[in-house]
Nanobody
């Protein structure tokens, strides 16, 4: 029922910033916790950040803590990932996802709706 479309990826130099957006459609969007995952070539898809349906609870992977910020605007049915101080190791396809519940979770199996991803490449 929930459909997600990512945007905002691109090519940046190390130390730069990008802001990813995830546009959601579906009447149940406000009831879902949301998350961002990423997958680099040859690597498993890994958790990046999550936000509760209310926006009051946030949780980040250690690798992005202090550099990335997740947010959501339920009125606009949109989730964001602000990425600062980007590093080459941040290079990956970034996926937006919606969880089956409203509580923050880093468990990939808890997410039931996925976007098709947007490429982020950090050069150095």
């Amino acid at each position: 029922q929930v459909q997600l479309v990512e945007s905002g990826g691109g090519l940046v130099q190390a130390g730069g910033s990008l802001r990813l957006s995830c546009a959601a459609s579906g009447r149940t969007f406000s009831g879902n916790a949301m998350g961002w995952f990423r997958q680099a070539p040859g690597k498993e898809r890994e958790f990046v950040a999550t936000i509760s349906w209310s926006g009051r609870s946030l949780f980040y992977a250690d690798s992005v803590q202090g550099r990335f910020t997740i947010s959501r605007d339920n009125a606009k049915n949109t989730e964001y990932l602000q990425m600062n101080s980007l590093k080459p190791e941040d290079t990956a396809i970034y996926y937006c996802a919606a969880a089956k519940g409203g509580i923050v979770t880093q468990g990939i199996s808890d997410y039931v709706f996925w976007g098709r991803g947007t490429q982020v490449t950090v050069s150095s």
